[in-house]
């Protein structure tokens, strides 16, 4: 299993970035996928995540109504769109994949996820 993330970089705060999460070994249609980032000094903390019918997401406070979720089976690809970035969002994004799905995203801990890619840096600067 690989998950590979991409479209991190260095933004100015407002702005907006697209990741990528490309997955080979399983499928995103078959898989929870969620969006984890960590920030220096700080837990990985859950960003997102979306049902592997793709009719369920879910978001973490901190995000919810800048950031969109998304996937397109066909390209076995996961998406997080974030809008109006903050400082506070700077953090190294990890997209992970797991088996179950929870009802309120404070329930979505690392432990739920068991398979990670290998992440990918935003900084955005004030």
């Known amino acids: 299993v690989q998950l590979q993330a991409s479209g991190g970089g260095l933004v100015q705060a407002a702005d907006s970035l697209r990741l990528s999460c490309t997955a080979s070994g399983l499928l995103v249609s078959e898989r929870a996928m969620g969006w984890f980032r960590e920030a220096p000094g700080k837990e990985r903390e859950f960003v997102a995540a979306i049902k592997w019918s793709g009719d369920s997401t879910s978001y973490a406070d901190s995000v919810k109504g800048r950031s969109t979720i998304s996937k397109d089976d066909s390209k076995n690809t996961v998406y997080l769109q974030m809008n109006s970035l903050l400082p506070a969002d700077t953090a190294v994004y990890y997209c992970?994949?797991?088996?179950?799905?929870?009802?309120?995203?404070?329930?979505?801990?690392?432990?739920?996820?068991?398979?990670w890619g290998q992440g990918t840096q935003v900084t955005v600067s004030s």
């Open positions: 992970a994949a797991g088996t179950k799905w929870y009802e309120t995203h404070n329930q979505f801990s690392q432990a739920a996820f068991r398979s």
